[in-house]
């Protein structure tokens, strides 16, 4: 496996697990972490034996958010180089992430700041400790929710959750992130790896063609019209019968017409 010097990279049973490693910087995104989550993204696009992509963080932390000293302070006077990492800050988190073509799922495990929550909301799904802490800090540290932040909160929240914890700064933990729709799911700290990963194997055991076109389905819907929605929902299912050798026609559904399976209630055995 490649090696990163602020990532961990894992796979096991289809799944890969990015754990963001910075532990003595609270794991917080510096710009050399942002270009190794760059190419650790790039390289497992196409990698078969990784269907799912789970991000957590390494030291019980999840992410402190921007590095705040090698970002904001270290590159004030470097405009250039300030707006690039700016870009590829807001790049992986805010549109790789969302489009990219298999599942991702974060998996928070204890403190999640500011930048932290573009992660969180980039990824498909997302589960967390009960006792993790969430925080939208910038307003703490007399700033606003920058990058993709303030867009990730809208693009997810309700107005009254984003704005009032946007606004006071105050922290929350993985019950109420899971209550105002944050994430989908927490669990005692100790439970959160073997259920997070039960899901991701169960993600990673579906047909990744169906699971993309899900996915993409999903995504690129929210912003079309209905009547470009429906084109494109058209053009999908040409593109999925092509990717998988219409897989859903002569397994998925021949196998159900043969009595072999039930898919209301399981996947296709195959
Ligand atoms: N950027 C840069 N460095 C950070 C950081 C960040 N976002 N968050 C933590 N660190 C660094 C600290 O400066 C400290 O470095 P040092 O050991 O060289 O002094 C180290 O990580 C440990 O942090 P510390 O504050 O001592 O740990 P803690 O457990 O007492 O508190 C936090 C942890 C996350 C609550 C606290 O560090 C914090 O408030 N960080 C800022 C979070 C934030 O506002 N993020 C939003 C950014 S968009």
Known sequence: MAKFDNLLLEKKDGVAVITLNRPSKKNAMSPALHRDMVAALELLRDDKNARVVVITGAGGVFCAGMDLKEFFLELKDKPSEYEAVWKM?????????????????????????????SIVEGCDLAFA????????????????????????????????????????GE???????????????????????????????????????AM?????????????????????????????????????????????????YKPGLEAHPG
């Open 89 to 117: 800050a807001t790049e992986w988190r805010g549109r790789t992430l969302r489009y990219y073509p298999k599942p991702v799922i974060a998996m928070v495990n204890g403190f999640c700041f500011g930048g932290a929550f």
């Open 129 to 168: 400790a009960e006792e993790a802490t969430f925080g939208l800090s910038e307003i703490n540290f007399k700033l606003f929710p920058g990058g993709c932040v303030s867009k990730s909160l809208a693009n997810l929240l309700r107005p009254r959750d984003a704005l009032y914890y946007g606004m006071s």
């Open 171 to 209: 922290t929350f933990d993985g019950v109420e992130a899971a209550r105002i729709g944050f994430i989908n799911k927490a669990f005692p700290k100790d439970k959160l790896v073997e259920q997070t990963m039960a899901v991701a194997r169960n993600l990673a055991s579906k047909d990744p063609n």
């Open 212 to 260: 993309r076109a899900t996915k993409e389905g999903y995504r690129y819907s929210l912003e079309m019209t209905w009547d470009a929605a429906m084109n494109y929902a058209m053009a999908k299912e040409l593109e999925l019968v092509q990717r998988q050798n219409d897989a859903f026609r002569k397994e998925g559904i021949q196998d159900f017409l043969k009595g072999k």
